[in-house]
């Protein structure tokens, strides 16, 4: 029944934010020289006073960018610090810019880019890291990220201020990883699913909300879908006067050209529904309304993003990954899955709305099944709408949510994007330069001045993306360069440990008895 849709798209997620509560409860009792806290002690990579990568083919993916600039055959890369010096022509001499400041070049650290190509490093631009409560995640999840070639990302919503911490490690140098984007607490209205919102109370409250994200570091305003006109307006007029973008859901109360949100993630109601009062109405709606999509509707959406300017993140694996919670045999496992402690996929992102019985078991998946390709269908043909239209497409990922995996799951959103009708250059575009250029001005492809952020590859991932997944020769994180072979020698480690004792044991037990609460 409808009510089982609602369950099932709810029930992991109120069963995974109770774990995570009481996880912090349990973590300050355990203290931090627990056994299962100590993880593998990690080498931050210093950045290079020079390092230069010699003779490779810059790659810079978009049509949106100068045929120049989208492809340098046989450069050497000269990076200094965490920026992009010059890009010159092989076998020249050293930047100008280093013979007026008179640098030494005895530091002078060299990358054979021979054969190879170098494109922007990813940008993931929809992530939810882990809280500070799930022991030891943060630095599994960043070491995914970078060995897959994510070397940005947008977090959408924090359970706490760790991601806040993890930013400044990262920068500091003292934990591997990504470049982060983050947007704090979600803003939200009464009646929010999510315990850790910052609900408002009224429109006069939207400026103190705004400015307590901004206090904790926000870098843009997320908000979601209980919100109503006045709330989601006072928002994004705090937001606006604080120099800030406002990203996430249409509220399901405000119609969609209403509702100016500068990045729609998921393409969250962007179909108006009608007579909804209720979050359960909604939910109730929901399933039924992507079924009936007319030709309308979409002509509705592509024209509203168009007049406004609007990007949009659709997290099409998201809707894929989904279907391994109903055992999709068609999906093949993914292969990052084996270091992950084994709690996310025994028990967090367990489908509680199963039936026990096998015979209705069987039948509840497979019209969940029916449901998710279907939405999957419909959310691709506006997708590729939507490209024609020349909207802009990010690739995002929505990490967190069942089988939605750091860095794997980023390729295979590029690979989504290129299956819903997007040349391959097009599909690497939405993972770096065109994120690139919504978040920071200095981001997202390799030029000078911009940040030393890229991917070193064996094949051309324009001609065939298998090479994201199987050429993969190191990445440039914020200046720091992490080989191939280093981030896949720590994350074997890592997978030791969490899938080793006593951790493993400790925790799936934690773990189980707070699920088996929420349950009863």
């Not at 500070?132 to 960043?142: E, M, S, Y």
């Not at 997320?222 to 109503?228: E, F, H, Q, R």
Request: net charge positive; aromatic share 8%.
């Amino acid at each position: 029944m409808n009510f089982q849709s609602l369950v099932s798209f709810r029930g992991w997620r109120r069963f995974a934010l109770g774990f995570l509560f009481a996880l912090a409860v349990i973590a300050a009792l355990l203290g931090g020289r627990s056994l299962i806290m100590q993880q593998p002690a990690l080498p931050v990579p210093e950045r290079a006073a020079l390092l230069v990568i010699r003779g490779v083919t810059v790659l810079n993916p978009g049509a949106h960018l100068p045929a120049s600039q989208r492809r340098m055959p046989d450069r050497d890369v000269w990076l200094q610090g965490n920026r992009i010096l010059a890009i010159q022509r092989a076998g020249t001499a050293a930047p100008l810019q280093l013979t007026v400041s008179h640098l030494d070049l005895s530091d002078l650290r060299e990358l054979d880019g021979r054969g190879r190509y170098a494109i922007p490093g990813l940008i993931d631009m929809h992530v939810h890291l882990p809280p500070r409560t799930a022991i030891g995640n943060d630095r599994l999840f960043q070491l995914l990220f970078l060995a897959h070639g994510v070397t940005g990302m947008r977090e959408m919503g924090a359970t706490d201020d760790h991601v806040f911490r993890v930013r400044r490690r990262v920068r500091a140098g003292d934990l591997p990883g990504t470049r982060i984007f983050a947007a704090g607490r979600r803003l939200d209205g009464p009646g929010s699913v999510w315990p850790i919102a910052r609900v408002l109370s009224g429109p006069a409250d939207a400026a103190t909300a705004v400015n307590q994200q901004i206090a904790a570091g926000a870098d843009f305003i997320k908000v979601y879908s209980m919100l109503d006109a006045d709330r989601l307006r006072a928002i994004r007029s705090a937001a606006r006067d604080a120099g800030l973008r406002v990203v996430g859901h249409v509220p399901y109360r405000v119609p969609f050209h209403e509702a100016h949100i500068a990045d729609v993630q998921h393409f969250e109601d962007v179909f108006q529904l009608q007579h909804i009062r209720s979050r359960a109405d909604w939910m109730h709606a929901s399933d039924a309304r992507w079924r009936n999509v007319s030709q309308a509707d979409a002509d509705y959406v592509v024209r509203v993003s168009v007049e406004q300017g609007l990007a949009h993140t659709p997290t099409l694996l998201n809707s894929h990954a989904r279907r391994s919670m109903q055992v999709d045999s068609s999906l093949p496992r993914p292969a990052a899955l084996r270091y992950l402690p084994a709690y996310y996929e025994e028990i967090v992102w367990r489908d509680t709305a199963r039936p026990a019985d096998a015979a209705s078991a069987a039948k509840y998946a497979r019209r969940r099944l029916q449901l998710l390709r279907e939405r999957a269908a419909t959310k691709c043909g506006l997708v590729r709408r939507l490209h024609a239209a020349g909207v802009r497409i990010h690739a995002g990922t929505d990490i967190l949510m069942p089988y939605v995996l750091p860095g794997e799951s980023m390729i295979g959103e590029i690979e989504a994007l290129r299956d819903c009708g997007l040349d391959n250059e097009a599909a690497l575009a939405a993972a770096t330069t065109l994120p690139g250029v919504f978040l920071n001005d200095r981001l997202g492809q390799i030029a000078p001045g911009f940040f030393a952020d890229l991917l070193l590859l064996d094949a051309d991932p324009t001609q065939d993306l298998a090479a994201l997944r199987n050429a993969r020769v190191a990445a440039v994180a914020d200046g720091r360069l992490y080989r191939q072979n280093d981030l896949n020698s720590w994350l074997e480690r890592y997978s030791a440990h969490f899938r080793g004792e006593p951790y493993h044991s400790v925790m799936t037990w934690i773990v189980r008895q707070i699920v088996g609460k929420y349950q009863s």
